[in-house]
Structure formats: C-alpha cells, structure tokens
C-alpha cells in the first residue's frame, strides 16, 4: 500500500465518504421504521414498504453492521496511507537537505585546484540546470586562464551532464562576449564551443525548433567533417576556419549564417535556406546545392568546382570571381544572379532562368546554355568582347564581355547583338546560324583551371 500514489488515496477516501453518506442514511431508515411501526393504520397498502422494512429489521441491521466494518477498515486504510505519504515526505526532505549539504561541498571544492575538475562534474549532477550560472562564472575565469586548461575542460564536460538545456545559456555567453570588431575574439567564446559543437553533432532537439538559438554565435575551427547536421537550425551562425568535408546539412536552417575560410568539400546542402548567407573565399568543391533556396547568397571568390545547383532559387546570388569549372545550375532560378569575373568553363546552365544576370568578363568556354533565355543578360553587347582580348589595363567593365569560346547556346533565345557577340567570339549552335558574322581569331582564356585542386583538412 506505501505505493500508492495521490490518486489512489483520494479514491479510497471517496469511497470511505460514500459509504459514510450511505450509513447515515440507513441508520435514518431504521430510526424511521421503528417510529411507524408503533403508529396506527400500519397495515395501510400506502405502508407497505415500512412494513417490509419493519418485518426484515435484522438483516438491515446485518448491511449496516457490515458497511460499518467496510468504512472502519477503510478509513484505517486512509490513515495507512496519509501515515505512509508524510514518510516519504519527511525521507524527501531530508535527502534534499543532505543533496543541499554535499553540494555545499562540492561547490566548495570548485574553489581548490587540487579538487575542482571532480567537483565541476559532481556539481553538475547535483544540482542540474541550477549548476548553469555558478558553472559558467567558473568557465568565464578558467577561459583566461593559461593554467586552466584541464579545468575548463572538465567544466565542458560538465555542461555537457547538465544536458541540452546548456546550449541556450552558452550561447548567450557567446554572444555577448563576441566583439564586434576585434580580429581574435575572447577566450570565452572558444570555451563555449566544444560544448555547442557537441549537441549539434547529437543533432539535439533544441537545434529543431527553428527559434535561431546560434544566431549571432561564433564557432572557431570546428571540426563537423563527416557529421549528419541534417535538418538544424543553424540560423545566423557564424563558422571560421571549420571543414565540414562530407558532412550532410539537408535541410538545414542557413539564413544568414557565415562561413569564412571554410571547407565545405563534398557537403549536402540539398534543400538548404540560404537567405543572405555567406560562403565568400571558401571551397566548396563536389557540394550540392540542389533544391536549394534564398536570395542573395554569397559566392564571391568561392571554389565550387563540380559543384551542382540543380533546381536551386538563387535569385541574386554573388558568384563574382568564383571558379565553378563544371558546376551544374540545370533548371535553377538564377534571376539577378552575378557572374562577373566567374570561371564557368564547362558548365552546365540548361534551362536556367537568367534574366538579369551579370556575365562581365565571365569565362563561358565550353559551357552548355542549351534552352536558356540569354536576351535580358549583361555582357553579350554587340559593342563588347571577351575580357581576355582586351588589354588588360585597358578596357572599361562595359565593354569586356564573357569568353564563348566552344559555348553551346543550342535553342537558346538571343537577339540580334547577342547572336553576333556569339558567333564572333566562337559559341556554337547559335540560334540563326553565323554566316553574317565572320569569326574571330579568340585565344583560349587559360584561366580555365580555376584555384586547383581542394581535399578534405
């Protein structure tokens, strides 16, 4: 009987009263009967049911002795249980004073040298989320500390005891000690990562909720290669000098997030948010962006070599200066995107939606734009030629058109200019045929090599 719980007792307490209302009501009975039965006119038919009641008096009499015995036996049973229930009470509230009393001495113990790494881990299991603030004060100091490294390593550790609920506040250690300006950030903001680095490669729930829990956090040197990430949110975080080389981010939250000097080798980020992120100056080589989505996305000067985009939406995507050898943008959504100074050698653009797109000095040679709408891009002028023709200190933006050496513009739709710029400058399969333009001498651009081979770190 010790185990039951609140329920069960305020049950048998509910039965007790019942029957304590249903004793009462018999007693009344029988005092009534034994009034009527000495009045005239009890044989009247409206008597009836007090006469059966009068001749059958003893085995009423048996029910209420009975019901008496079942209420006595209940009530004892109630007593038993709310005897049982201040026990346990009591036992509750002195393990909370003993728990109170070690913890007194663990945190104590935080204080020595020789004993803090245990007492961080002990603190944490004691005292679970209530560790947060005390264990954090402790991280800021040791973070400053050459002399500290083990002990901010056990502290680590034990934010990670503490569970997910740590991410939140770490994060916010993070952000708030994170200058603005200053080119190597506090030594705090390395203390919090390995903890936030470990429950994203946990991929826990917290990361889920879409609330841009990292938002504003910076993770230095992370090492997420290899890592299933699908699915986080990773809203406007900021990565520097990480790989993420193979790792699978499907799915995952990208707006505004940063990656400076990163490797993303390999990576899936099919059916990525991407508003507003940033992968300027990294390597992206082999990655998938298929069925990726955002506006104003950042490319700049990236590697992205062999890189797919099928069926992304980049409208206003920077790709100036990036090497996209072979990248394949076939159905893509490229509206507004920037080209400029981009090595597209080989690359496929099939049905892509380009309007508007910037292609000043891009090199196109042996791309395929089969089915594309080139009437409303920038840099196929009449007036302009290819950037490597012109001398190099010697021609403004306007006039230094993409290199078309070996372009497939097979079905493409073009105007008039264009149909000259390409059959000048040695595109093939141009819509109309070339006999009115004679071509000319076009040199390969050599630049088609891109920035080289990357690997994994």
């Not at 004073?97 to 945190?107: H, I, K, N, Q």
């Not at 961080?120 to 209530?130: C, F, I, K, N, R």
């Not at 502290?155 to 994170?178: E, H, K, M, T, Y």
């Not at 879409?210 to 090492?223: H, K, T």
Request: net charge negative; with cysteine; proline share 4%.
């Amino acid at each position: 009987m010790a185990d039951f719980n609140d329920e069960d007792r305020q049950a048998v307490r509910d039965v007790a009263r019942g029957l304590v209302v249903l004793l009462h009501e018999l007693s009344e009975e029988r005092r009534l009967i034994r009034e009527r039965a000495n009045q005239p006119g009890i044989e009247r038919s409206g008597n009836r049911p007090l006469k059966w009641a009068s001749e059958n008096a003893t085995f009423l009499g048996i029910v209420v002795t009975a019901l008496s015995l079942t209420i006595g036996g209940l009530w004892s049973v109630t007593q038993y249980l709310d005897q049982q229930q201040k026990q346990t009470e009591q036992r509750a509230a002195e393990a909370e004073l003993e728990r109170r009393r070690v913890l007194g001495d663990f945190a104590l113990d935080l204080t020595k040298a020789e004993t803090r790494n245990g007492a961080a881990y002990a603190v944490a299991s004691l005292a679970g989320l209530d560790a947060i603030p005390l264990l954090s004060q402790y991280l800021i100091e040791a973070s400053s500390d050459p002399k500290a490294v083990t002990f901010q390593n056990a502290l680590g550790q034990a934010f990670i005891v503490i569970g997910p609920d740590s991410v939140r506040p770490l994060a916010q250690l993070n952000r708030q000690s994170r200058p603005t300006k200053a080119v190597k950030p506090p030594l705090i903001v390395a203390a919090t990562q390995p903890v936030l680095e470990h429950f994203m490669k946990m991929r826990a729930e917290v990361f889920s909720k879409r609330e841009g829990i990292l938002r504003g956090v910076l993770l230095m040197d992370a090492r997420l290669d290899f890592e299933q990430l699908d699915g986080l949110d990773l809203f406007g975080v900021t990565f520097r000098s990480s790989n993420f080389c193979s790792s699978s981010l499907r799915g995952t939250d990208l707006r505004q997030a940063r990656f400076d000097n990163s490797s993303l080798i390999s990576a899936h980020l099919e059916d990525t948010r991407l508003e507003q992120a940033w992968f300027n100056d990294d390597t992206l080589d082999g990655a998938s962006f298929d069925r990726a989505q955002g506006r104003e996305v950042q490319f700049e000067r990236a590697s992205l070599k062999d890189t797919s985009f099928r069926q992304a939406q980049l409208q206003g995507a920077r790709f100036g200066g990036a090497a996209l050898n072979a990248a394949d943008f076939s159905a893509s959504n490229l509206e507004g995107a920037d080209f400029s100074e981009a090595i597209l050698v080989k690359a496929r653009l099939l049905d892509a939606s380009v309007l508007n797109a910037k292609l000043w000095s891009a090199d196109l040679e042996n791309a395929d734009l089969s089915n594309t709408d080139l009437t409303k891009v920038e840099g196929l002028s009449a007036t302009a030629k290819p950037y490597h023709m012109h001398p190099r200190d010697g021609a403004d933006r306007a006039s230094r058109g993409p290199n078309v050496l070996g372009a497939n513009v097979s079905g493409a739709k073009i105007d008039q200019g264009q149909r000259e710029y390409l059959c000048r400058y040695g595109a093939v399969n141009v819509s109309g045929g070339c006999a009115d333009f004679p071509a000319a001498d076009v040199p390969p651009s050599n630049f088609g090599s891109g920035f080289g081979a990357g690997g994994c770190w």
